[in-house]
C-alpha cells in the first residue's frame, strides 16, 4: 500500500508546521523577552534604592552641615563676647594702673591702699589671663570646626558628583530600555504585518 500525500494535503501540512514553528518561535521570544526585563526591572529597583540612599545621605550631610555653621555663629558670637570683654579689661587695667602710679608716688601716706590696688590689680591680670587662654581655646575650637566643615563640604561634593553620576547612569540605562521597547514594539508589529 502506497501512502503519499497529495500536494493540496502536503502544502497544508507544511504550512500547520510553519505555523507551528512561527509559534514556538514567538514563544520563545515573549520567554526571552519576560526574563530580560526582569532583569531590568530588578537592576532598576536596586539602582533607585541606590538613589534613595544617596539622598538619605545629602540630607543628613546637609543637616550636620547647618549644625556645623550655626555651631560657628555660636562660637563667634561667643568669641566677639569675649574680645570686648577684654577690651573692657584692658581699659579698667589702664585706669588701675594709673591709679597704681598715683598710690606709689603717695606711698608713704597710701601704702596700705597702695596694696589693695596691687591685689585687684594681680586679680585683674589673672582675669585677663584666663579670658585670653579661653580666647585662644575658642579660636582653636573655631578653626577645628572651620576645617570640619570644610570636610563635610568636601565629602558632599564628592557625594553629589557620585549622585550625579549614578542619575546619569540610571537614565542611560532608561533610555536604552525605552530604545528597546520601542524596538521590540517595531518588531511585533512587523510582525503581525
Known amino acids: 500500500m502506497d501512502i503519499r500525500l497529495s500536494p493540496r494535503r502536503a502544502a497544508g501540512?507544511?504550512?500547520?508546521?510553519?505555523?507551528?514553528?512561527?509559534?514556538?518561535?514567538?514563544?520563545?521570544?515573549?520567554a526571552y523577552q519576560w526574563v530580560r526585563e526582569t532583569r531590568l526591572r530588578i537592576r532598576v529597583d536596586g539602582l533607585q534604592?541606590?538613589?534613595?540612599?544617596?539622598?538619605?545621605?545629602?540630607?543628613?550631610?546637609?543637616?550636620?552641615?547647618?549644625?556645623?555653621?550655626?555651631?560657628?555663629?555660636?562660637?563667634?558670637?561667643e568669641r566677639a563676647e569675649l574680645f570686648k570683654s577684654v577690651q573692657t579689661n584692658n581699659e579698667a587695667l589702664v585706669k588701675i594702673r594709673s591709679e597704681s602710679l598715683k598710690a606709689q608716688m603717695?606711698?608713704?601716706?597710701?601704702?596700705?591702699?597702695?596694696?589693695?590696688?596691687?591685689?585687684?590689680?594681680?586679680?585683674?591680670?589673672?582675669?585677663?589671663?584666663?579670658?585670653?587662654?579661653?580666647?585662644?581655646?575658642?579660636?582653636?575650637?573655631?578653626?577645628?570646626l572651620a576645617e570640619e566643615r570644610n570636610s563635610m563640604v568636601a565629602k558632599y561634593n564628592d557625594l553629589v558628583k557620585e549622585m550625579d553620576g549614578t542619575l546619569k547612569q540610571y537614565n542611560e540605562l532608561v533610555e536604552k530600555w525605552n530604545a528597546q521597547q520601542e524596538t521590540l514594539k517595531a518588531q511585533a508589529e512587523a510582525a503581525k504585518k
Open 106 to 144: 603717695e606711698a608713704d601716706r597710701n601704702q596700705r591702699q597702695a596694696e589693695a590696688y596691687k591685689e585687684v590689680l594681680d586679680k585683674a591680670n589673672d582675669s585677663i589671663r584666663q579670658q585670653n587662654e579661653v580666647v585662644m581655646k575658642l579660636n582653636t575650637d573655631y578653626k577645628k
Open 49 to 77: 534604592a541606590e538613589r534613595q540612599k544617596l539622598n538619605d545621605e545629602k540630607a543628613s550631610v546637609e543637616a550636620q552641615g547647618r549644625r556645623f555653621q550655626e555651631e560657628i555663629q555660636r562660637v563667634e558670637r
Open 13 to 30: 501540512s507544511a504550512g500547520v508546521t510553519v505555523l507551528i514553528l512561527l509559534a514556538l518561535g514567538l514563544c520563545a521570544l515573549c
